[in-house]
């Protein structure tokens, strides 16, 4: 009890100090490990804060975005902020902020959006907020909020105008002076990204915001006249730039764009309730659309129509739209920080999916060198990866299979161009403790050339006989033979990593004549349909990936497996 007392009281020194260093500091240990004393702290300050005065603490992470100089820090705090209003906002009883704290927040909100420093990224978590501060100045307090507006056609008329279609397209209903405002500009700048097509993303904002502009301008109440007159020229120009992509070969820019665009109707449409009238504008552009366009791009225009003509089941728009929001989170998260909320939270299968993916995307582009992951972030990721691997209840499943890539990605790092070994992976590996397909999953993942005898020994030593017992054909072909396809796919593996190591000749020898007998076998009881398949799809998809390291005794000992193989063939054909 006394201990929660003089967290209150932290809490409120926060809240109501003049300096905004100790909320940085709260927010940056929130992004530290959840084990650690720092997050506990900080998390249960933070709560406090939440709890006691939303308002005030929305208004001091504002200004750490405002002042601070660390990228990093500005990032942390909005999406904090971001995330934290997302929750109110989904609570039963909506937060309500305080005319005194949005008399504050509004301008401070303002400045954020059209600083030099503000990147589009940024925008995109700006928008949330703005979204809830907008909510509560129109809709709760029955206020209204021209600032915004005037915001709005200050960042159309800028050099980068997609500012403002992500700004308005998350805009809850608002009155019609306020669209008055920047209307005509927005609108133009919309039509020019049509006009010349040229990144997806934008082209995608650019129909969300002729929707959304519908959306508002029928529920301000504007004529049916006006808005039939407004509807056929905004049509004309969504359906002028289709064609000239059709004409471009571009059906790919199209569906991407169309995705995207989905992604945002379904969960806007869903959050604001449209009316049939509303959905009018979005049915007649896809209609028009659909008659245009390829095979492909008809595919998505159709699962558009759906979300209008067909009603979707409330828990899964629910879930849809929880899974966009959760996306939008960790998209502006580093390799480690989701990496933490993976290994620490517990999270619900589909979340953890989602940010393991996520992971993927990252360390995949840095494996291709589109992005750089220091060094030191890397050997943060291995400790944490081993605990996620090592995890009760992680089923072997597609999640499990993702992470077989990450792994990769992060010892192709450690082992090639760092030439360490990842000692805490080997041993994983090479346990008796880890289930036997794991451990040939996740050593089958590694694409690279093994080259240290530290790492490759222990793990033959551990799987080699697993390996040489479950490559016995499979009694009955109706049971789940995976255990068998595993086998054959590690003893390959094995084998090719081996090769070079003289003192281990006859077990590579071993291997393959096992390997060889056991085709044999299945296909002298006619077994081999879609089991020796699947054995030889898997090995192909390993040495596609492995290729660009083989050398002259790789060749050949997949030369001789395949003559082998080739006779075997050549021999139940002739029977």
């Not at 799987?463 to 040489?468: A, G, M, Q, T, V």
Request: net charge negative; with cysteine; proline share 2%.
């Amino acid at each position: 009890m006394e201990e929660y007392l003089n967290l209150m009281l932290k809490a409120r020194e926060i809240l109501v100090s003049e300096s905004h260093e100790e909320v940085a500091m709260v927010i940056d240990h929130l992004f530290k490990r959840q084990d650690s004393e720092e997050y506990k702290t900080s998390r249960a300050l933070y709560d406090i804060c939440v709890s006691c005065n939303p308002g005030c603490l929305t208004l001091k992470l504002l200004k750490v975005y405002q002042s601070s100089s660390s990228g990093i820090l500005r990032l942390r705090s909005i999406s904090q902020l971001s995330e934290t209003l997302t929750y109110l906002k989904n609570q039963i009883v909506f937060s309500k902020f305080s005319l005194d704290s949005l008399y504050e927040i509004k301008p401070l909100l303002i400045l954020c959006l059209t600083m030099q420093e503000t990147k589009e990224s940024d925008i995109k978590i700006l928008r949330k907020i703005v979204s809830f501060v907008t909510y509560n100045v129109v809709e709760l307090h029955k206020d209204k909020w021209d600032e915004l507006g005037d915001c709005i056609l200050s960042l159309a008329s800028s050099k980068e105008p997609v500012k403002a279609f992500h700004v308005f397209i998350d805009l809850p209903p608002v009155y019609k002076s306020f669209i008055g405002k920047f209307l005509d500009k927005i609108l133009e700048e919309a039509s020019n990204v049509f006009l010349y097509p040229y990144r997806v993303e934008d082209w995608s904002l650019a129909l969300q915001t002729f929707v959304k502009m519908w959306i508002q301008l029928e529920k301000t109440g504007v004529t049916v006249e006006l808005l039939m007159a407004l509807m056929e020229i905004w049509i004309s120009s969504v359906v002028n730039s289709v064609k000239k992509l059709v004409e471009m070969k571009k059906e790919q820019f199209l569906v991407r764009g169309l995705e995207d665009f989905e992604s945002f109707f379904s969960g806007d449409m869903n959050l604001y309730h449209y009316t049939k009238d509303q959905f009018h504008f979005v049915l007649a552009s896809m209609n028009e659309i659909e008659g245009v366009v390829g095979t492909e791009t008809k595919e998505i225009v159709r699962k558009i129509k759906m979300l209008v003509t067909e009603p979707y089941d409330d828990l899964k728009n629910r879930r849809e739209e929880f899974e966009r929001g959760w996306y939008d989170i960790l998209k502006d998260l580093s390799s480690l920080e989701v990496l933490k909320i993976l290994a620490s939270s517990e999270l619900e299968d589909r979340s953890k999916e989602i940010a393991i993916r996520r992971l993927n995307v990252l360390l995949s582009d840095h494996t291709s060198k589109k992005v750089q992951i220091d060094i030191s972030e890397m050997r943060q990721l291995q400790p944490l990866l081993i605990s996620c691997l090592k995890e009760e209840g992680l089923s072997f499943n597609s999640m499990f299979k993702v992470l077989g890539e990450v792994v990769n990605h992060v010892a192709y790092e450690m082992l090639i161009y760092q030439e360490e070994t990842w000692y805490e992976l080997r041993d994983y590996i090479a346990s008796s403790k880890t289930e036997f397909h794991r451990a040939v999953y996740i050593f089958q993942c590694l694409t690279m050339a093994l080259i240290d005898d530290d790492f490759v020994i222990p793990v033959m030593e551990n799987l080699f006989l697993e390996i040489i017992t479950r490559l016995d054909p499979p009694r009955e072909l109706l049971v789940d033979n995976s255990s068998w396809v595993l086998a054959f796919m590690g003893g390959f593996c094995l084998a090719i990593h081996l090769i070079e190591m003289s003192s281990k000749a006859e077990s590579v020898k071993e291997i393959a004549h096992k390997m060889i007998d056991s085709i044999r076998e299945l296909m002298e009881r006619e077994m081999e349909v879609g089991l020796v398949k699947r054995g030889f799809r898997d090995v192909e998809s390993i040495v596609k990936k492995q290729l660009e390291w083989y050398s002259t005794s790789q060749y050949k000992f997949i030369k001789g497996l395949l003559w082998r193989l080739y006779a075997i063939k050549r021999h139940e054909m002739g029977k």
